[in-house]
């Protein structure tokens, strides 16, 4: 396949402005499936499961077999919708989509078309330079999943070419809601960060909600992104009919959508300047070489055969029920950042730092749990997210926001000196117990004896004459021989800075005393 | 003693297992023999399970003989349509596509028969995927009339209706998307009801049309209809169109069945020309009767009736053509690679050319035409716009009536292959019995006699407004113990002897 041209992102800037629109799939973590009682490979208790084993006949497509809506997944999906400003339907219908494809068992999947669950919507976007964007929501709708296709043989992992294909029906059924907006203007230069900084919001609001895992690695979130370009009006001019789109699929890690779009603005310029026209299609999104191949044609002719699902009833929510969720909602994530930054005093480069680690709730239990909001950031940022890249695992995974504040409680309190610290959080991270226990078995404190703190400078004064001759010249500075003699001789379990104070003291009283 | 038990009514069979006079496993082995003389003959049949049958019938004497209070239906066999799954018993629905699937669960009408106590004898013969009128299009032969064995017995229910009509099981399970359990019970001389769409359960019955589809009872006689009716009605959490509401007992409404001061609306539409001569006269013969017996007879107009047909053969299609998808060989039932191999879009359509039959086909083409862009508001939109003008006459009516008569169909059984080249023939048998289906009314086929001219039988139908079931096993039962005491016995007494096809038969070995 010849390599696609493209054309230098400011040049395709100046000729032309990028319009976006964002399909976003939302797999929801019920515990069971959208239609079925089978347990739902979307909730991590359930997650990579045998092959085939988490299937009921509605998800096999059984003759006979029929679907029940988990209300669960309606609820859910209602409180999405209203997290993105959404109307909710008085009365919704189901409907069926029909395509043949052998990942799906029924030969249609169960949608929702003119009739969506949630509708008109508008979400507040932040990017990281700053810029806030309204992006309008066209619709979120409920849906099941199609089961997973592994295509076997062949050089390309697609269906064509290969020898033979598995199918893995675990994740047919699993409930989705599908957010789709409206096409977004302005974005400009930042179209691609925008695209971006939308799909990071959504997974925001979903983990805010509870109501997905939202690892994109996983398939919990998937984006699919359209872009389109249109010529720039003259000043003065009516703005020029949106261009023809294509929608480049799977788009599975905020890196990828942002270089995707960038991507098909770059290579759709460089076919519009020399006169070419666009082919509307899905596009596939290649991460290892960063670009695009053209997938199926698709246009708005694609006849999925839509008609009500007869199996199910209408969903007509209560207008008591939509309300109830409405209540719980939690504070939108982009009100919840400005609030906490503010509160906790933190600069613009250490929130960046608490929001790119993805440690902005951890941070926040933690200040709950009692910590003041630097140490919160210092160990989560810190020594946490260190031990977490060793062992390739998530901070949250190694210590509760309560063990921090706990352990930042004891350091506070002058038990245990920072390097102290870390061992205790090395001890929790490995099971150990609380901060305390590790403590204590570990026998970590700080000892605040002077007693033996005494005997030991003396022992080393004594062993190093020199030193404190220099001491008593005057050489303040070389106390630190002494004090690391002792910190060496205390296992580190001493207040540095209070040894210190001993050494000086004992140094002049030996003066004193000669 | 085996010819016996045979004849004896599901009601009158529960009796005497009640009292203890015979075993269900008697009762059981008479129907197996039964069914080894004579279906080399009728071909009600696709599958017969006698080990397990015989089985299941000691069982059920057993908690008999401990002492375990058991319903009036224990212990009595039950011959169950093929459109229904039954765990561990091959299930077709009449189609060579699924031949040899067996599937792992069971349907809920079926399973509520099992836990009644009752038998299970085996699966009976339909038209594939319950597509036809006459079970001439079973991928597996046709089932022949017992009343004349060159006639059709209907459809496409006409396994189940044939297999109660020869005595093969006191009563049988079948389904009615457009007439399936009426229509036969009509032409074979037997008690088939559709009920309120949602009494019983669709979960593990294969999807023709969803929104039409309904399981219900096919016997010999109305309060065996009820009986069954009352096993299998009842809310099920599988299927979200089922009715969350209890119901009333129909047995019940069969033994105090009374039509006095019952108000009965006679269709305007449905009483015309187009229906042959013996059967309007029987149909106004039992009218008459039932007047003298206190009912009123009123003549209602339901001028709607008249596009039921043309929006069923849209609907209906449409929703089929979906349905069906799902046989595509991917994880069930029939699989046809091409020659050296294919795609897996070449197997499936391989496999859907070879599994389907040529009304099947036909059927998904119309549906997936009528559901295309572009002419979905012209076909399935204006078909449903349709079906809310069948509701509205029914409302009208029955703000009226209490029940509205139409002949089960325009005609006795036609000979086996007569309409088999016409579809549009074939499928104007079902003229009265599909505006129930769009409606979602319960409805009643009960025997009125033969007609004059051909000697073959005649049904009536009952329609009542929804979840009014009871009515019609009230007006039913009334009618069927006033004609039988006319007739001096069952109407099937007159059906022909069907003992020197049971020597054919154990000639030519068949069964």
Known sequence: MARAELMDFDEALELFEPVIGLEVHVELNTRTKMFSAAPNPANSEFHGAEPNTLVAPVDLGLPGSLPVVNGEAVRNSISLGLALGCGIAESCRFARKNYFYPDLAKNYQISQYDEPIAFEGSVEVELENGRVFQVPIERAHMEEDAGKLTHVGGSTGRIHGAEYSLVDYNRAGVPLVEIVTRPIFGGEADAPALARAYVSTIRDIVISLGISEARMERGNLRCDANVSLRPRAAAGEPAEPLGTRTETKNVNSFRSIERAVRHEIQRQAAILAKGGTITQETRHWHEDTGTTSPGRPKSDADDYRYFPEPDLLPVVPSRELVEELRAALPEPPAARRRRLKTEWGFTDLEFLDVLNGGLLVEVAETVAAGASPAAARKWWTGELTRLANARDTDAASLVTPAEVAELAALVEAGTLTDRLARQVLEGVAAGEGSPKQVVDARRLAVVSDDGALVAAIDEALASQPDVLAKIRDGKVQAAGAVIGAVMKAMQGKADAARVRELVLERAAGADAGA | ?511
Do not use: C
């Open chain 2, 1 to 511: 003693m085996s010819e016996h038990l045979v004849r004896l009514t599901a009601a009158e069979l529960g009796e005497r297992l009640a009292s203890g006079d015979v075993s269900s496993v008697e009762a059981t082995r008479a129907h197996l023999d039964r069914i080894a003389a004579v279906d080399g003959a009728v071909h009600a049949f696709l599958h017969v399970d006698g080990e397990r049958a015989l089985e299941t019938a000691a069982a059920v004497d057993r908690r008999r003989t401990a002492g375990e209070s058991l319903g009036p239906l224990a212990g009595v066999p039950i011959a169950i349509k093929d459109v229904l799954v039954t765990e561990g018993m091959p299930s077709t629905a009449g189609s060579r596509i699924l031949e040899g699937w067996v599937p792992p669960y069971d349907a809920t009408p079926v399973r509520k028969v099992r836990e009644a106590g009752m038998i299970p004898l085996g699966k009976t013969n339909m038209d594939e995927f319950a597509m036809g009128s006459s079970t001439e299009h079973s991928a597996y032969g046709p089932t022949y009339n017992p009343w004349d064995l060159e006639r059709i017995p209907g459809g496409s229910g006409g396994g189940s209706a044939a297999s109660v009509a020869a005595f093969e099981a006191p009563l049988a399970l079948g389904s009615d998307t457009g007439g399936s359990i009426r229509q036969p019970a009509h032409v074979t001389g037997t008690v088939g009801v559709k009920p309120t769409y949602g009494a019983v359960s669709r979960y593990g019955s294969i999807a023709l049309a969803s929104s039409l589809d309904q399981v219900g009872p096919v016997t010999r006689t109305v309060l065996d209809a009820a009986l069954l009716q009352d096993v299998i009605a009842g809310h099920d959490p599988l299927d979200s169109t089922s009715i969350p509401e209890a119901w009333p007992s129909m047995a019940e409404a069969v033994r105090r069945a009374d039509v006095a001061g019952l108000r009965i609306g006679v269709v305007k539409q449905l009483d015309s020309d187009g229906f042959q001569a013996g059967v309007r006269s029987r149909f106004h013969e039992a009218l008459e009767l039932l007047e003298r017996n206190g009912a009123e007879i009123v003549e209602v107009s339901a001028p709607h009736f008249e596009y039921s047909i043309a929006a069923y053969y849209l609907i209906l299609p449409a929703e089929a053509s979906s349905n069906l998808a799902k046989f595509d060989s991917v994880r069930f039932g029939l699989r046809v690679t091409p020659e050296g191999g294919g795609t897996v879009e070449q197997v499936m359509g391989a496999t859907r050319e070879a599994g389907f039959g040529p009304e099947v086909k036909r059927r998904i083409i119309l549906g997936t035409y009528a559901l295309s862009a572009g002419y979905y508001d012209a076909y399935y939109g204006s078909a449903q716009k349709v079906r809310t003008l069948v509701q509205r006459d029914f409302d009208a009516a029955f703000a009226k009536v209490d029940v509205l008569a139409t002949p089960t169909a325009p005609t006795t059984a036609f000979k086996l292959g007569e309409k088999l080249d016409d579809p549009l023939a074939m499928y104007l048998n079902d003229v009265a019995t599909i505006p129930a289906n769009l409606a979602g009314v319960p409805g009643i086929s009960v025997p009125v006699g033969l007609a004059p001219e051909d000697g073959l039988p005649v049904g009536i139908q009952f329609l009542a407004p929804a979840r009014e079931d009871a009515r019609l096993y009230n007006v039913g039962a009334a009618l069927e113990r006033l004609l039988v005491e006319q007739w001096g016995g069952p109407l099937l007494d007159r059906a022909p002897d069907l003992s020197s096809h049971e020597m054919a038969a154990a000639e030519e070995g068949v069964v």
